[in-house]
């Protein structure tokens, strides 16, 4: 069992920064493909960013060069850190560990920017 918990998220103005932090706890987490997915009313849940056990990351193209996601496996943390933020960012902000059949989520953070 993975239990997720985001933080960090808030209300920032276009053009600001925030970092996003997920703390993990459970069983062999380093294996785990980790990632970062958004959500608004009436959407699907989309990818944001993922990392890999080996460390390969991947980007939702809507946020390339703007976010970067890192990992803490010594600590079983998550990161991600946005800058540039711009009011199509927000959203609610969720944590997820993933490692073939097991899928665990976090509740979410909400991220909002606006001026």
């Known amino acids: 069992q993975v239990q997720l918990v985001e933080s960090g998220g808030g209300l920032v103005q276009p053009g600001g920064s925030l970092r996003l932090s997920c703390a993990a706890s459970g069983s062999n987490l380093r294996l785990y493909t980790m990632g970062w997915y958004r959500q608004t009313p009436g959407k699907q849940r989309e990818l944001v960013a993922t990392a890999t056990s080996d460390g390969s990351t991947n980007y939702a193209d809507s946020v390339k060069g703007r976010f970067t996601i890192s990992r803490d496996n010594a600590k079983n943390t998550l990161y991600l850190q946005m800058n540039s933020l711009k009011p199509e960012d927000t959203a609610i902000y969720y944590c997820?560990?993933?490692?073939?059949?097991?899928?665990?989520w976090g509740q979410g953070t909400q991220v909002t920017v606006s001026s």
């Open positions: 997820n560990a993933r490692m073939w059949p097991l899928d665990y």
